[in-house]
């Protein structure tokens, strides 16, 4: 089945940018996805591409997608303290299931 | 708009109790999601209604889960009995077509 796989933690200093990265397996997902959970609360969505697109920019968020190598990444620019929280990537699988499958989530730390 | 509503935040019970969660998706979105979150990983999907049918349970354990989702909107998950490894987040999700779904807070289980 689809896998996801994210790193487990990244540490950054407010105002630098943040990368976050992601792979996935399943080369005929529909959307990419990525989603900020802070403690206690639910899943916030924050951006999405579709597959067709290599690039989404929205104020500080970037996404790049590389098909080839089934890579996603999520840029923070100006990194701040509210934006330490887990970040999960997540993808659609195609044929129409509206099925999400989620990696295990990356926590930022962002340090003064 | 008002969110995702889930009920209750958070629960504690003894093993081999029932237990039941309750969701009021965002009004006028016709797909619920039922989530599980264990500590440390990324969301698994156990069941998605298309109004009132559930069009993939396929990861639901039927031996002790049940979900129904009468009327098309409010969705209730019931676990009975629970078992020590229930404990998790179970969350709820909607959405309208499918492409971005929306989650709610979430409820906290606890088995003893």
């Known amino acids: 089945g689809e896998d996801v796989e994210q790193s487990l933690f990244l540490s950054v200093r407010e105002g630098d940018s943040s990368v976050i990265n992601c792979t996935y397996t399943d080369s005929s997902s529909t959307y990419l996805y990525w989603y900020k959970q802070e403690p206690g609360a639910g899943l916030q969505l924050l951006t999405y591409?579709?597959?067709?697109?290599d690039m989404k920019q929205d104020q500080r968020l970037t996404v790049l997608l590389n098909k080839k190598d089934k890579h996603l990444s999520l840029r923070i620019a100006d990194t701040q303290t509210g934006d330490s929280a887990i970040y999960f990537c997540a993808v659609m699988l195609s044929g129409g299931y509206n099925k999400l499958i989620f990696g295990a989530g990356t926590r930022l730390a962002v340090h003064p | 708009e008002a969110g995702v509503v889930q009920s209750p935040r958070y629960k504690i019970i003894e093993k081999k109790q029932p237990v039941a969660f309750w969701c009021n998706p965002i009004s006028g979105h016709n797909t619920l999601y039922w989530y599980l979150q264990n500590l440390g990983q990324g969301p698994e999907l156990l069941i998605r209604y298309e109004n009132e049918e559930a069009v993939d349970d396929s990861q639901l354990p039927k031996d002790r889960f049940s979900a129904e989702r009468l009327k098309g909107v409010d969705s209730t998950l019931k676990i009975q009995p629970a078992e020590l490894g229930d404990s998790a987040v179970y969350l709820c999700?909607?959405?309208?077509?499918?492409?971005?779904?929306?989650f709610g807070p979430g409820t906290r289980l606890t088995v003893l």
């Open positions: 999700a909607s959405s309208l077509g499918g492409d971005e779904q929306f």
């Open positions: 591409i579709f597959s067709n697109m």
